[in-house]
């Protein structure tokens, strides 16, 4: 069932688990990501950004086809089909292409501009029925070319932003996209607290989920996280899924090299990554 984001996560906050985010990138991924959420019967946002909307040659098909599997397999648990850092442009693309939910990254902006462009986004968004996310500090690391510093966000700033009145905001406190490097020092929750205290009930969204440590994780729920992003893990298992069949030489035998077999070992992956997310946030019947 498509829906905005709004509920789910304010329910998440309250309830101190988390709903996460998986990035899709082609059939595959949404369709294992929806699978998974149903069995588990949890909440699930299915993230795009903009590069993997352009590889999937638009919006318009990812919306169109998220639909289509969102009815045709049946499931019923709350799904927010979500723009992730969008560009300025990028949210009235979704908009038009029928998201349910866009994030507006406006962090490289200066304030007054970033400010500017959240009122606006929000006034659009919330008259149209979606969820919008805003984003203070940037996300360390490289997502699909959106490169940012990793700082810390500012408490003051964040709060100036919560109450341009964006449903759910990330902020960065030290997270990076990617794979954390091995001299990486950890979340900064004397960050996450103040901006917790700052902007009262606002659930709060952890990007780069990649790799941090199950007890980091579960420290930032209790302080206000109720959205965790994750896109790496799930193209890293992919890969090695992928890559174990082909190299035992699978795809030689018989009519082992059909799409239909070649992808299913990297399809069960992404599977079981996003049920042990789906444990570890809490998220697991909570649909
Ligand atoms: P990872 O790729 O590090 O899991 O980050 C995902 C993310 O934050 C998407 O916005």
Redesign the pocket.
Known sequence: MLVSATEMLNKARDGKYAVG?F?INNLEWTKAVLLTAQKLNSPVIL?V?EGAGKYMTGFKTVAAMVKAMDESLGITVPVALHL??GTYEGCYKCIKAGFTSIMFDGSHFPIDENVAKTTELVNVAHGLGLSIEAEVGA?G?E?DGVIGKGECADPAECKQIADLGVDFLAAGIGN????YPANWEGLSFETLAAINQAVGEMPLVL?????IPDDQIKKAISLGVAKI?????C?LVFAEATRGYVEAGKDKQGKGFDPRKLLAPGFDAICAKVEEKMRLFGSVDKA
Request: charged letters at 10%.
């Open positions: 985010q990035n993230g950004s992730d850092h996300i690391g997502e990076i996209h990617g794979v990007h780069g989920g990649t790799g992003n994750v896109n790496t893990e193209q």
